[in-house]
């Protein structure tokens, strides 16, 4: 079956402009996390969706990140007014319930620069 | 809170050679303990994984034994091929629901010589 999907795969822009990233789950999968992958920080945690209840916003690294999720499916992570530090590999994963011991699949990342 | 650390590498064995990767982590209560691979030009992928105390997970001949008593999670291959070159991550995920998403150490960079 369809993996994680994720869009674009590759994304340059330059500082100060807003950015948009798209992820699309396993089908049947309630739960969608989405990570960033750098040099320096290695894998860290954004966020997490359950369906369609709020997520905990606490691991965004600034208010410049926001995130939603949609009909409790596709989900969207938005960097406004991105600066040179946001430069990374934006991972996207998607478990059946979101419980501790579930397997966390993941997407092929967007790599993100920021000029 | 929650800390994963790991040998970082890289790690560097001849073909059929034994692998240890050490793994040991900080959590409360009792976590799930993941190791992912990425080979390169690839995205994560789960290799194994143990959910509770003395468990052994084990997939493509590597295997890994949550150890309670001494928070560790090594990772270990009897016989390791050319195509196991790849960064590995070991990872936890705290109990009590997935809101915390996964914590992962820095990985270990994994080269294979024939």
């Known amino acids: 079956g369809a993996g994680v999907s994720q869009s674009p795969s590759n994304k340059v822009t330059e500082k100060g402009k807003d950015v948009e990233l798209r992820c699309d789950p396993i089908s049947g999968h309630t739960a969608l996390y989405w990570y960033r992958q750098s040099l320096g920080q290695g894998l860290e945690f954004l966020i997490y969706?359950?369906?369609?209840?709020?997520?905990?916003k606490s691991g965004l690294p600034s208010d410049r990140f926001s995130a939603e999720r949609t009909g409790g499916s596709v989900s969207t992570l938005t960097i406004q007014r991105t600066q040179q530090e946001d430069s990374a590999v934006y991972l996207c994963a998607s478990s059946l319930a979101g419980d501790s011991s579930d397997t966390q699949y993941f997407g092929p990342g967007t790599r993100l620069t920021v000029l | 809170g929650n800390s994963v650390t790991q040998m970082e590498g890289p790690v560097t064995l001849s073909e059929e050679a034994f692998l240890t990767i050490n793994c040991t982590y900080t959590?409360?209560?009792?976590?799930?303990l993941f190791w992912y691979v990425q080979y390169p030009g690839e995205g994560l992928q789960l290799l194994l994984k143990?959910?509770?105390?003395?468990d052994k997970g084990s997939n493509k001949g590597f295997e890994a034994t949550y150890r309670k008593e001494t928070t560790s999670f090594h990772l270990e291959k009897g016989s390791v091929q050319v195509s196991d070159s790849a960064v590995y991550f070991c990872?936890?995920?705290?109990?009590?629901?997935?809101?915390?998403?996964?914590?992962f150490g820095k990985g270990t960079h994994l080269i294979i010589q024939p």
């Open positions: 990872a936890l995920s705290a109990s009590g629901g997935g809101a915390d998403g996964l914590t």
């Open positions: 143990a959910t509770k105390a003395d």
């Open positions: 969706f359950q369906g369609n209840s709020a997520p905990d």
């Open positions: 959590a409360t209560g009792y976590p799930s």
